[in-house]
């Protein structure tokens, strides 16, 4: 099956730098990449999402791009903010059934 | 906005009690998951469903079961509870290829 890994586990940046996470996928018939922000002691939210056909995609302050041939999507957040400090999943999926989570990065923003 | 509503927040059982996780979805779609999180392992996908009546197993079903007998509603069920059970459970639901909506989570405490 599928097999997503995700880096770093950790992440502390000052506000207003740039943050970026990496996931990387095993499966190349992958073709949907959600990204999904978790807050303390709440439910996964997507954030933005990414299709196959598509190497770049951005909404505000946040971008994600899609690298098909070395099989890895990253997370890209500009000018950071103290409220974007939470837990952020990468995820895989094929058929849409079956979606492939990464561990998890906790992501620190130092006012 | 989807809503999907897990109506247990925290629960605290007894080893061996019959537990019962309840989740309804308002946007009429055919797939939902009941996910297992748990710290520094992710997201784990337990049971899904694509159709009333329908499941499948995910990655760990053991110990679980679910039901679907109407569209909106999706039940996890743990037989009988046991200590390495304590969790964080989501459950979700999406249509189609497209993208996966999570519930507030149940925080469920076996004792």
């Known amino acids: 099956g599928e097999n997503v890994e995700q880096h770093p586990s950790t992440l502390s940046v000052q506000e207003g730098d740039s943050a970026v996470i990496k996931c990387t996928y095993s499966?190349?018939?992958?073709?949907?990449f959600p990204w999904y922000k978790q807050e303390l002691g709440k439910g996964p939210q997507l954030i933005i999402d990414?299709?196959?056909?598509?190497g770049e995609k951005k909404d505000q302050r946040i971008a994600v791009t899609l690298n098909k041939t070395a099989k890895h999507f990253s997370l890209h957040i500009t000018e950071t903010q103290p409220e974007d400090s939470a837990v952020y999943f990468c995820?895989?999926?094929?058929?849409?059934?079956?979606?492939?989570f990464g561990t998890g990065t906790s992501l620190t923003v130092i006012p | 906005d989807v809503k999907v509503t897990q109506s247990s927040r925290y629960l605290v059982k007894r080893t061996g009690e019959k537990v019962f996780l309840e989740c309804v979805q308002d946007?009429?779609?055919?797939?939902m998951f009941w996910y297992r999180q748990d710290p520094g392992l992710g997201l784990r996908l337990i049971y899904f469903?694509?159709?009333?009546?329908?499941?499948e197993k995910g990655d760990i079903p053991e110990g679980y079961s679910v039901s679907r007998e109407k569209k909106e509603r999706f039940s996890l069920i743990l037989e009988s509870a046991s200590t390495n059970q304590t969790s964080m459970y989501l459950c979700?639901?999406?249509?189609?290829?497209?993208?996966?909506?999570f519930g507030e989570g149940s925080w469920l405490t076996v004792v």
């Open positions: 946007m009429d779609h055919e797939n």
């Open positions: 469903s694509y159709d009333v009546k329908m499941k």
């Open positions: 979700a639901s999406g249509q189609g290829r497209n993208t996966i909506y």
């Open positions: 990414i299709r196959s056909n598509v």
């Open positions: 995820a895989a999926s094929i058929t849409g059934n079956q979606f492939y």
């Open positions: 499966d190349s018939a992958s073709n949907y």
